[in-house]
């Protein structure tokens, strides 16, 4: 499973680092003509926070002895939910894809 968490980390350091350059069309932030009037940077940052957030949550629960091996598999699966955007791309294992997603 540590393979799957190192790869989520760095897919969202991934998001963190594009997060400034991604602007809504027409934005003055896009062309370099004034200062970010969509605000897209600052939600997509906002929304990498929340995900390292979980990830960190699932991953404590995943080493917890207190949880229920129902609780490990249904903690798996949401690890492999949070990857299935990344599908797409080659260095994606094939055994994270998730079919009824």
Do not use: K
């Not at 027409?26 to 200062?35: E, L, V």
């Not at 690890?79 to 080659?90: I, T, Y």
């Amino acid at each position: 499973m540590r393979d799957v968490v190192s790869y989520l980390r760095a897919r969202l350091d991934d998001l963190e680092a594009q997060a400034p350059t991604l602007h809504q069309p027409g934005c003055a932030g896009s062309t370099g003509a004034g200062p970010c009037s969509c605000g897209y940077p600052d939600l997509l940052l906002a929304d990498v926070r929340a995900r390292r957030e979980l990830l960190d949550e699932l991953v404590h629960w995943l080493e917890s002895d207190l949880t229920t091996e129902r609780g490990r598999g249904r903690t798996h699966r949401a690890l492999l939910l949070m990857v299935q955007p990344w599908s797409g791309r080659d260095d994606f294992d094939p055994y994270w894809r998730v079919v009824d997603a």
